[in-house]
């Protein structure tokens, strides 16, 4: 199992940003996948999860209404799409995969 983030960087506060997970190694179509975020001192948490289907979503309370998780199965990708970001959605953001598996993270830090 092999997941790759990208699409972190520095963003203004109240801007956007779209992060993508590459997924490879396992049957994409058959597992949730979800994202979570780590910020410095703190426990990494969930911040939104999908089904195998891409038909039943859910967030956490403080991103529900800005994020938007979704997936494509043709390009076997999971994407997050982050609106109206505030400061403290500053954290490296990971993929999760089925088997425990882990993407390498992505900073996304918001500051003017």
């Known amino acids: 199992v092999q997941l790759v983030e990208s699409g972190g960087g520095l963003v203004q506060p109240g801007g956007s940003l779209r992060l993508s997970c590459a997924a490879s190694g396992f049957t994409f179509s058959n597992y949730g996948m979800s994202w979570y975020r780590q910020a410095p001192g703190k426990e990494r948490d969930m911040v939104a999860t999908?089904?195998?289907?891409?038909?039943?979503?859910h967030y956490a309370d403080s991103v529900k209404g800005r994020f938007t998780i979704s997936r494509d199965r043709a390009k076997n990708a999971v994407y997050l799409q982050m609106n109206s970001l505030k400061p403290e959605d500053t954290a490296v953001y990971y993929c999760?995969?089925?088997?425990?598996?882990w993407g390498q993270g992505t900073q996304v830090t918001v500051s003017s």
């Open positions: 999908i089904s195998s289907t891409g038909g039943s979503t």
């Open positions: 999760k995969g089925p088997f425990g598996s």
